[in-house]
């Protein structure tokens, strides 16, 4: 494995480690911020976690799906 | 000199600009778009008015709407010059700068035919942006491009003369959905703003450009045609319901293109979506918010569009399966890259997050829940597909092998001063507030809501996070995902293929046909004229066969 590549990992596994901790982080900060939304929905308890969440899983589960549908080879136009 | 219609001197100054010498050139188009700018300062008002054929054409008129699309189409201009200064080669810069003045003096139209002239002016001028790329790829693509850009024009014109025969007016105007005038003209700018549907182009032809090309081409057209909706169908309700489609569905598309300057086609949709739907509440909030997003938006589009083709310029292709690992190649595009990205996904002290909280704003006020929850959803979309997908997969993800140089100078300058946009927007919302078209007392800036979106954004890196490690995310594939354009590059060439096959089977057979008949009938003539029967002489075939059709019509005229 190339040095680079090494680095790349590390980094990335920071990374994956920051981000938990700050999402922990607003998961508390929930407890002090009266936390209040443009609608009704989003003053439910920690929704925008929820939401982010799920909504990007969500699209990612459905881009996987429209890849069956959607896919061709790259020189499918020529 | 400010009544002059603004952008109107940059298209007079593009004819001059493949004569000049190449840095003189550079110069001569900044002092071309300076001077433009100066007359927006004519003030609100009109300012140009000519008549051509008993027609009143409103040249240049200024409101508190063009204002901000004017400001901002002068900075884009700006920006594309810096960013393009190495190319040595004329043919961009003249299509840029046209390119760029036409869609700056349809802001400025009164009327519509004014409009329509300078719509079609800016499909042909951009043409040329994608012509530049020189290969049969990029020819094909330019001309699917023109067609569907001339087409729209068309609609614009039909719909206006429609228009014009049952209200009397051709003013350009608030308008009300109904006949058939008005939805011709709903439709070419539904065209224009790549509506579900209709967006095939957008995602076929901006990836192919040039790589200064398809920064020109991401800023103007798109935007002109929501300045259009906004001038003429602000408060249609079908829109908000269009808008919030098309927010949501490029997304998925996005998430599954390799080829990052197509998937940044397809956030530049998604974005528009958000526009649309303000456009459709109506309201003065909303269309604040419309025009803040249209601003904001620009500045963080094209700023994406020019670290990804300093990239491309540096390694040769933006395909996320070739990329990877630059960031220690190219450290100032990376951090400018990461700028536009956090600035899209709208990171508070970002622009994204100072434009789009106006917009959420206008929705949520008017109570429309589920176009709400789209709305965020999409959000969570594009910091994927956008914040995320274009950084990791250039910068980071995997070593690539490629080790290239930083960008070249001016491509690092045209990318700083676009990231000084996206942060200042995203510090000085009161500032940035004042240029929108109406007045605006709201603060994005609350513990509430900077906390929410910070939620928002940070959980959605978080499940990207957890479907990488974990192995779910879809891995990049070198691939062709379909898209709108498919009906017309596919299907439509496989439905007409056979009607095609049949006419000309048809055409041929009565083609032989009629030269037989013909055949047979000179034949016959020269037989009789060989054959005489009243005794001495004819004077000729011809003159036998004009016998006969005059036999004929004396025989059909007595009948008759």
């Known amino acids: 494995m190339s040095n680079l590549n090494q680095r790349l990992k590390k980094m990335g596994n920071y990374a994956s480690v920051s981000l938990v901790i700050i999402g922990i982080c607003l998961i508390i900060s929930e407890f002090f911020v009266h936390r209040h939304g443009e609608i009704k929905l989003e003053d439910f308890p920690v929704f925008p976690v929820i939401y982010g969440f799920s909504a990007s899983v969500f699209i990612v589960v459905v881009g996987i799906g429209l890849r069956y549908l959607l896919m061709r080879k790259e020189d499918y136009y020529d | 000199m400010t009544n002059i219609t603004p952008g109107l001197l940059m298209i007079v100054a593009a004819a001059f600009v493949p004569y000049l010498p190449h840095h003189i ?40 709407l063009t204002l901000p699309f004017g400001i901002i189409f002068h900075i884009a201009a700006t920006l594309n010059v810096i960013y393009g200064w190495h190319e040595r080669r004329p043919m961009e810069h003249t299509a840029g700068l ?81 006949s058939t005038g008005t939805w011709l003209i709903f439709l070419a700018f539904g065209i224009k703003a790549a509506f579900p549907f209709l967006n095939g182009w957008l995602q076929d032809a901006y990836p192919e450009a040039t790589i200064i090309g398809t920064v020109m081409l991401s800023s103007f057209t798109t935007k002109l045609a929501i300045y259009a909706f906004a001038r003429g169908f602000a408060g249609t309700e079908y829109l908000i319901w269009i808008g919030a489609v098309m927010t949501a569905f490029p997304v998925f598309f996005a998430v599954i293109e390799n080829d990052l300057r197509r998937v940044l086609a397809y956030s530049l949709n998604n974005q528009l979506g ?7 509440i109506g309201t003065e909030l909303a269309l604040n918010g419309a025009v803040a997003h249209a601003f904001a938006h620009i500045l963080y589009k094209a700023l994406l569009f020019m670290s ?46 100072t434009a789009k909280a106006v917009i959420m704003k206008a929705v949520g006020y008017e109570g429309l829940i589920y176009v709400y929850l789209v709305l965020l959803a999409a959000s969570a979309g594009v910091l994927h597909h956008s914040g995320i997908k274009i950084p990791y997969f250039t910068f980071f993800s995997h070593d690539s092998g490629l ?15 676009a990231s000084v946009f996206c942060i200042g927007i995203g510090v000085m919302p009161t500032q940035f507030y004042q240029i929108l078209p109406y007045e605006l007392n709201y603060q994005p800036y609350d513990a509430s809501h900077v906390v929410g979106q910070f939620q928002l954004v940070i959980f959605a890196m978080l499940a990207f996070t957890f479907l990488m490690r974990f192995g779910f995310y879809p891995p990049e594939i070198s691939s062709t995902v379909l898209n709108s354009d498919w009906f017309y590059r596919k299907l439509a060439p496989r439905i007409g293929k056979p009607f095609l096959l049949i006419a000309n089977k048809i055409g041929v057979g009565a083609n032989a046909f009629l030269i037989k008949f013909t055949k047979q009938f000179i034949s016959r003539i020269s037989y009789i004229y060989q054959h005489p029967v009243t005794g001495p002489v004819t004077p000729g075939p011809a003159a036998i066969a004009l016998i006969t059709l005059l036999m004929c019509v004396l025989l059909l005229t007595n009948i008759f």
């Open chain 2, 308 to 353: 990804i083709g300093s990239v491309m310029y540096r390694v040769g292709t933006a395909k996320a399966t070739e990329l990877g690992g630059l960031y220690k190649s190219m450290p100032l595009t990376m951090i400018f890259c990461i700028i536009g990205a956090m600035s899209i996904s709208a990171f508070p002290l970002f622009s994204g997050f």
């Open chain 2, 25 to 64: 050139r550079q110069v001569f188009m900044l002092i071309a778009i300076g001077f433009s700018a100066v007359s927006l300062f004519a003030g609100e008002g009109v300012h140009w008015i000519i008549f051509v054929f008993g027609q009143e054409l409103i040249l240049h008129n200024a409101d508190n």
């Open chain 2, 274 to 280: 958000f526009m649309i739907v303000a456009i459709g």
């Open chain 2, 403 to 417: 080790r290239p140089k930083e960008a070249p100078i001016n491509m690092i300058i045209a990318m700083a001063v």
């Open chain 2, 98 to 178: 046209a390119y760029a003045g036409a869609a700056i003096a349809a802001l400025h139209a009164g009327d519509l035919i004014t409009l329509f002239i300078w719509w079609e002016a800016t499909a042909i001028t951009s043409v040329f942006l994608i012509l530049a790329s020189g290969t049969q790829r990029a020819n094909n693509a330019a001309m699917r491009y023109l067609l569907v850009q001339v087409a729209s024009g068309v609609m614009l014109l039909a719909g206006t003369c429609l228009y014009w025969k049952e209200s009397g007016t051709i003013a350009f105007g608030a308008m009300e959905l109904g």
